[in-house]
DNA sequence: ATTTAAATTGAAAACCGTTTTCAACTAGGG
DNA sequence: CCCTAGTTGAAAACGGTTTTCAATTTAAAT
């Protein structure tokens, strides 16, 4: 999925619901998706002060939730405290490696897994609709030798 | 590991660390162990206020914060913005499934997912200190016929 | 182009769970 | 008992998030 057609898929949605198309969003979504992943709010206001600074971090925010309601971004939270957005690209599903030590995050998959989720959940009775696994530890840089 | 073993436990904590044993610690721990795990600091509050209408919010978040200090609670967080305890009864690890209807929470456990957590890792050069596998979905008695 | 209704914006205030402050009050060793 | 350090409850502070509100902008309908 390019950026291109992320962009246009949120245009999509504005336009299906009743919603404008704004200087703000576009500057907002550009430089969201531009800037990678995994970013705070606050992370993002701050870099979109640099070029424009009369945008308010209540826009910031009011954005965010709409690219999460969109489709285009996904909201998480990896217990620092502060909400954390990605932008849904071709890596569709994934789960998180955190490290501990300097914040860096990494994605990876694994069908194993999930297919153990879904016998696990079977044998209780449950139907899963998402699910959560992240590994908080030391990424090799920050090991210690 | 017995409630008594916990008490146990909670009270050497105490000890060690020069902290004293109270009237309202007692009774928190009580109830903490009485109602079940994954309470909020709010719940168990509420819990309290019944029997021991004195006893404050803050001397409730307080006792909890040192159970989890002490090693016989954990925190956890289900993405419902608040922060919730269990006992760190016998089973020594576990993971969550959360039910999005009732709020129902099980536990269980599978070495096999473990397994391949450590293998994932490994993969990326991580040192695994703890993870998070939250499986949300519907339990047995909310999942529609 | 102009008008107009509805959506959007930025700043500031409200929110909400959590944590801290502070003066009054205990626990428990000496 | 005293005395000191730890604890308590109420209320205030906190920090990230969300809402309010008057002013502004979008874009559909003239």
Redesign the pocket.
Known sequence: MSKGKTRADFMEY?RAK????????DVILDEFLRAGSHL???ELYLRLRRK?P??????????L?LFAESGIAEQRHFGD???RYEATGQNEHHDHLICTACGRILEFEDPRIEQLQDEVAARHGFTIERHRLELYGLCKDCRPA
Do not use: M
């Not at 009369?54 to 954005?63: C, L, N, P």
């Open positions: 504005l009743g919603l404008k198309t704004t200087q703000q969003r705070s709010t606050e424009h009369s945008i308010g971090y209540a826009t910031v925010h009011r954005a939730k405290g502060q909400a």
